[in-house]
Nanobody, 126 residues
C-alpha cells in the first residue's frame, strides 16, 4: 500500500519559515521523482517544486529563491523548506510521486504524478 504523508504545515507570519516533510512508504522511493504542489481556495492546484531521483531541482518562478526542495532516500522523505513566506503562499501543500520522471527533468504538470499525499495546510498572515 502506497502512502504519502505530509507534515509541518501551520500558521506563520509573513517573512517567517516552515519546513514541510513528506514521508513515503509502499514504493521504492529512490526510483521516483518527487514534487510539491499547492492549492489555494478557489484556485487550481499548481506546481511548486520538484526533485529528480538524482537530486536535480526545479521550482516555480513564484517561489524560486525562497523555497528549497530536498530528499533523503535513506529516510524515504522529501522536504520543502519555505523561507520569506508571503500571504500568497497560503494554500494546502501536497507531495506527489512520479515514477516516469527522468534522472534529469522534473515534471511540472499534475498528471504524471501517480501518488499523492493528503495535504498539509500552510497559512501565512500579514
Amino acid at each position: 500500500q502506497v502512502q504519502l504523508v505530509e507534515s509541518g504545515g501551520g500558521l506563520v507570519q509573513a517573512g517567517g519559515s516552515l519546513r514541510l516533510a513528506c514521508a513515503v512508504s509502499g514504493l521504492t522511493f529512490s526510483s521516483y521523482a518527487m514534487g510539491w504542489f499547492r492549492q489555494a481556495p478557489g484556485k487550481e492546484r499548481e506546481f511548486v517544486g520538484g526533485i529528480t531521483r538524482n537530486g536535480g531541482r526545479t521550482y516555480a518562478d513564484s517561489v524560486k529563491g525562497r523555497f528549497t526542495i530536498s530528499r533523503d532516500n535513506a529516510k524515504n522523505t522529501v522536504y520543502l523548506q519555505m523561507n520569506s513566506l508571503k500571504p500568497e503562499d497560503t494554500a494546502v501543500y501536497y507531495c506527489a510521486a512520479d515514477l516516469s520522471g527522468s534522472l534529469y527533468t522534473v515534471k511540472t504538470e499534475r498528471a504524471p504524478y501517480e501518488y499523492w499525499g493528503q495535504g498539509t495546510q500552510v497559512t501565512v498572515s500579514s
